[in-house]
């Protein structure tokens, strides 16, 4: 089977990149992964993502094309795929993140997957009671392979790692959101440490967080643009992680590091056990042998 892997952009990118080893036969389809300032931005960006699908569809004739996640390009892709009659894989439908625009885009990815692989039991149940059609497997994160790939020792430090997106179903406006966290975050910093900024995502109104991160002085640090190994590496030797990435709820308990959990974009997220390092393992048997599933997580 010739997979097409979607990405638009680092995070999904570094997600796909261990599954891509597994799949003989695969292709990348990449979006772009700019930043939107406001929702006229966010539309157009989806509208660009599903002319640039299609395209690479026409060219690349895949089997199948596989999607992480819940971006709103990836939506539009998606739609595009569908209209093409090619069959969509999906890995991490079913989660619940209640303040933001991407639950609803998440869930609409699932309506359209013909296979569906699910982070934990509870995102598997969620799809159950949708009543999606397709195959439910649960097999765990690929976030969580990548992040076992390599050994890290938890060594606690100072410095308070801030990770915050916009609340994009929010009636407060992103500055308010982030001078409000920043505050948080001096309020919490231990003696001596630093706030390391990691930077927004290119949702509605992540460009003004950034930019107003940026403009604060000492305590505070930017560092955008690390890949995900360096992003770990920096959570295993930190106080803590603050904000309201996905992170804090996938990633942090496996490096045993608090998040200090702010505002309603992870609301609904299960805070369970999101993999054995095992994921790319069985979604790949999925792909390339259809009729015969994997064990799923226990």
């Not at 003989?24 to 931005?41: A, G, I, M, Q, Y």
Request: hydrophobic letters at 40%.
């Amino acid at each position: 089977m010739k997979v097409a892997l979607l990405t638009s952009g680092r995070h999904d990118l570094s997600y796909l990149t261990p599954l891509a080893k597994h799949l003989p036969d695969h292709v990348w389809f990449t979006l772009s992964d700019n930043k939107c300032e406001d929702d006229l931005r966010v539309a157009c960006k989806a509208a660009g993502a599903m002319g640039w699908a299609t395209k690479l569809i026409y060219e690349h004739k895949p089997d199948c094309m596989l999607v992480i996640g819940d971006r709103t390009e990836t939506l539009a892709a998606c739609v595009a795929a569908t209209c093409m009659k090619v069959p969509i894989a999906h890995v991490h439908g079913g989660d619940v993140t209640l303040g933001a625009i991407d639950n609803v885009c998440r869930h609409a990815i699932s309506q359209l997957a013909r296979w569906h692989f699910c982070a934990n039991p509870q995102a598997a149940e969620v799809l159950r009671r949708m009543n999606v059609p397709g195959d439910i497997h649960t097999t765990g994160s690929p976030a969580i392979d990548l992040l076992m790939a390599k050994p890290r020792q938890r060594v606690q430090g100072k410095d308070i790692v801030l990770a915050y997106h916009p609340e994009t179903l929010s009636v407060i406006p992103p500055l308010d959101q982030i001078q409000h966290v920043a505050a948080i975050a001096r309020a919490r910093l231990p003696e001596g440490g630093k706030i390391i900024c990691v930077g927004a995502n290119p949702d509605a109104g992540g460009a003004q967080i950034n930019e107003y991160l940026a403009g604060l002085g000492d305590p505070f640090v930017m560092r955008t643009g690390m890949q995900s190994d360096e992003y770990w590496d920096l959570l295993a030797g930190c106080y803590a992680l603050l904000g309201n990435s996905s992170s804090g709820v996938i990633e942090c308990p496996s490096l045993g590091v608090p998040f200090i959990e702010i505002g309603d974009r992870q609301k609904g997220r299960a805070r369970c056990s999101y993999g054995d390092g095992r994921a790319c393992e069985r979604i790949a048997a999925v792909l390339n042998s259809p009729g015969r599933a994997p064990s799923a997580l226990p």
